[in-house]
Nanobody
Framework: QVQLVESGGGLVQAGGSLRLSCAAS????????MGWYRQAPGKQRDLVAAVTSGGYTNYVDSVKGRFTISRDNAKNTVYLQMNSLKPEDTAVYYCNAKSQLNDYWGQGTQVTVSS
């Protein structure tokens, strides 16, 4: 089993920045990809960004150039630096960790961007 604990959400004005953190514990040796998803009210949960154990990253088009995902394997932590935030970035952000057999999720952290 893998446990994920997120932190760093909050309320910010448009144009501002936030940094999300997700610390993994448990069977971390099994984790390959870690990432961030988000879910706005009434919408499905969608991928925002992901990073593999080898450092390969991918982003949804709407955040490219504004968000940066990074991973500290020594600390078993993944980060999402969010700059130039827009009201449409408002959502609950969930940390995700994937092994060969399982998907693990954090509890979610609210990000609200005011206009």
């Amino acid at each position: 089993q893998v446990q994920l604990v997120e932190s760093g959400g909050g309320l910010v004005q448009a144009g501002g920045s936030l940094r999300l953190s997700c610390a993994a514990s448990g069977s971390i040796f099994s984790i390959n990809t870690m990432g961030w998803y988000r879910q706005a009210p009434g919408k499905q949960r969608d991928l925002v960004a992901a990073v593999t154990s080898g450092g390969y990253t991918n982003y949804v088009d709407s955040v490219k150039g504004r968000f940066t995902i990074s991973r500290d394997n020594a600390k078993n932590t993944v980060y999402l630096q969010m700059n130039s935030l827009k009201p449409e970035d408002t959502a609950v952000y969930y940390c995700n960790a994937k092994s060969q057999l399982n998907d693990y999720w954090g509890q979610g952290t609210q990000v609200t961007v005011s206009s």
